[in-house]
């Protein structure tokens, strides 16, 4: 199936193509350079974050974070059970297990009361628990103010899994400032996308030294190769910075076309009975990566899957949303908290297309589309 309008393509140009072409007219291919300087620099500062490190994906991010704070065989690591699959397969990588939690029904973010229970639990069993991974779903922040007082409680640290929340704001402090490191990624669905690429963003000068070294073999600094510890090869390359110091430029005019999309299905949507935007109740701050729509067949008289249908015979693309990690074939034997949100939201959600570089006539295709089914 090719479809005529996709849920969220690279949105690049001009600024993007000048970006990567001085790059390599500079020389500077392979492996760093000044663009993965600067572009490290540009985002540290964006995010609010004292060390950036730019590596070759969000997944990457997630697996060193995790090694360079020693997590391993024995440990528990709590996580978002309404997730992509990354985030845990970053835990797995290093030998831990996951713990699914829930999410609340009304954002699809993880409960912080049921992390709480599961923290207590896990602790009063005598587990090690060495940190959370909360996840920003679609560009909606966690509720760190509860998250924070939870595992601060605990004595619990925090990666916060930010790769779908760049440029997104909780109690006015951006998406990825959260936690004691944070994950970006820059995947070519994502907000802004460098093609495949990802960075680690922290306050922790240790930490952001040992990711970069980690993700370059682990070389010690001497003349010869020489290694202490198992290295990676993971680092950001300067010509695909160069294309993510544009797409930076571009940033906010791209949140702003994401916003407008919201806004119009939010018009649409309004007032239809077993209809409603996920996370739309409180997202003024949230950056509109992918706007969901959550259906109750028994109200609405329609499912997810039947609007699905009458999308893609119309060359539309749209998804539900992840399928939780708690159902995964390889995942569904590890433990869980759960209140049956995720199953439901899984059950019932359909992700519309909202990319930045979609035209006004593929969106009026889109609400076309959408305004008929839910006559
Ligand atoms: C995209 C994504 C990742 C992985 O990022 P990559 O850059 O594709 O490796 C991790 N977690 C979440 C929640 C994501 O959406």
Redesign the pocket.
């Known amino acids: 199936m090719t479809f005529r309008v996709l849920l969220s393509p690279p949105d690049t140009g001009e600024l993007e193509r000048d970006f990567v072409m001085r790059a390599m007219e500079s020389g500077w291919i392979a492996p760093a350079g000044p663009d993965l300087d600067e572009f490290e620099a540009e985002i540290a500062d964006r995010v609010g974050r004292r060390y950036a490190v730019g590596l070759s ?6 697996h060193l974070a995790l090694v360079a704070w020693g997590v391993g065989p024995g440990d528990v690591v709590p996580v978002s059970s309404l ?2 699959a ?2 845990v397969n970053a835990i797995r990588y290093v030998g831990a297990e996951p713990h699914f939690i829930d999410s609340e029904l009304e954002s699809g973010n993880l409960s912080h009361t049921l992390l709480d229970e599961a923290l207590t639990d896990l602790i009063a069993a005598g587990r090690s628990v060495p940190c959370v991974i909360p ?3 679609l560009g909606k922040c966690v509720d760190y103010t509860a998250v924070t007082e939870v595992t601060t409680r605990h004595g619990v640290r925090v990666l916060a ?1 930010a ?2 929340a760049m440029g997104a704001t909780h109690a006015g402090m951006p998406g990825a400032s959260f936690g004691q490191a944070a ?1 970006l ?3 070519g ?2 907000i802004m996308t460098t093609s ?3 960075m680690l963003v922290t306050d922790d000068e240790e930490v952001a030294r040992h990711v970069r070294k980690l993700s370059t073999q682990a070389r010690e600094p001497v003349t010869h190769y020489e290694h202490t510890e198992v290295g990676y090869n993971y680092r950001l390359s300067n010509i695909l910075a160069a294309l993510g110091r544009a797409q930076l430029i571009r940033l906010d005019d791209m949140l702003k076309r994401r916003r407008a999309w919201r806004e119009s299905y939010r018009e649409l949507l309004d007032n239809k009975p077993g209809m409603r935007l996920l996370g739309a109740a409180s997202d003024a701050n949230d950056n509109c990566w992918l706007t969901a729509l959550v259906v109750d067949p028994e109200i609405a008289g329609v499912t997810a899957g039947e609007l699905h249908e009458r999308f893609t015979a119309s060359g539309i693309e749209t998804r539900p949303l ?1 399928k939780p990690m708690h159902l995964q074939p390889v995942y569904r034997m590890f433990p869980a908290t759960l209140d049956g949100s995720s199953d439901r939201l899984f059950r019932q959600s359909l992700t519309l297309p909202s990319g930045s570089g979609m035209s006004d006539a593929e969106f009026s295709l889109v609400i076309d589309v959408l305004a008929e089914a839910v006559r």
Do not use: I, Q, R, Y
């Open positions: 994906s969000g997944t990457a991010a997630l997730t992509f990354a985030t996840v920003d779903l899994d790769a779908e994950v990624s820059f995947n669905n994502k495949g690429g990802g992840w």
